[in-house]
């Protein structure tokens, strides 16, 4: 892993997206805590906004901090099958002993704090890998961008 715009060696998982239910936002967050521990060299980059028409908390950090509270089928069955899971140990489910998430400020509009081309540029090549378990797409505009 080379060194990020954060200034960490971490591996580097991006996701760019709007945070909705066909965006698999659970899927992925439940997938990266379920692989990987506070203490491993990763770090998840999320750079997304709620769209003003999806219920519950406009901040995607306090979403982030619900999910962690909130039981998951899906993380059950994939923290079973890793080492601490198998030995019998709970699953943490506070956001600060979790995989670490740092979240990029910023939404639709240049008032929700929006980035330029080349700051969108720069946050895609400091990633080592772009994730995306997405339910559907209309376009995958995120895709398409990782891919340039």
């Known amino acids: 892993p080379r060194q990020n715009s954060l200034g960490e060696k971490d591996y580097v998982f991006l996701s760019v997206f709007k945070w909705e239910n066909?965006?698999?936002?659970?899927?992925?967050?439940?997938?990266?805590?379920?692989?990987?521990?506070?203490?491993?060299?990763?770090?998840?980059?999320?750079?997304?906004?709620?769209?003003s028409w999806e219920p519950g908390p406009s901040s995607v950090q306090?979403?982030?901090?619900?999910?962690?509270?909130?039981?998951?089928?899906?993380?059950?069955?994939?923290?079973r099958k890793t080492k601490k899971g198998s030995a019998g140990l709970p699953y943490?489910?506070?956001?600060?002993?979790?995989?670490?998430?740092?979240?990029?400020?910023?939404g639709q509009g240049a008032d929700q704090g929006s980035l330029s081309r080349e700051e969108m540029r720069e946050l895609y090549y400091s990633s080592d890998a772009f994730v995306l378990p997405t339910r559907g797409e209309g376009w995958g505009l995120p895709v398409v961008e990782a891919m340039a």
């Open 92 to 106: 943490p489910t506070k956001l600060e002993d979790l995989a670490r998430i740092h979240v990029v400020a910023g």
């Open 62 to 79: 306090q979403r982030l901090i619900d999910h962690a509270r909130t039981p998951s089928k899906l993380r059950s069955e994939l923290w």
């Open 22 to 51: 066909r965006k698999g936002w659970e899927v992925l967050l439940d997938a990266y805590w379920s692989a990987f521990t506070r203490h491993d060299p990763v770090l998840l980059v999320l750079r997304c906004h709620v769209p």
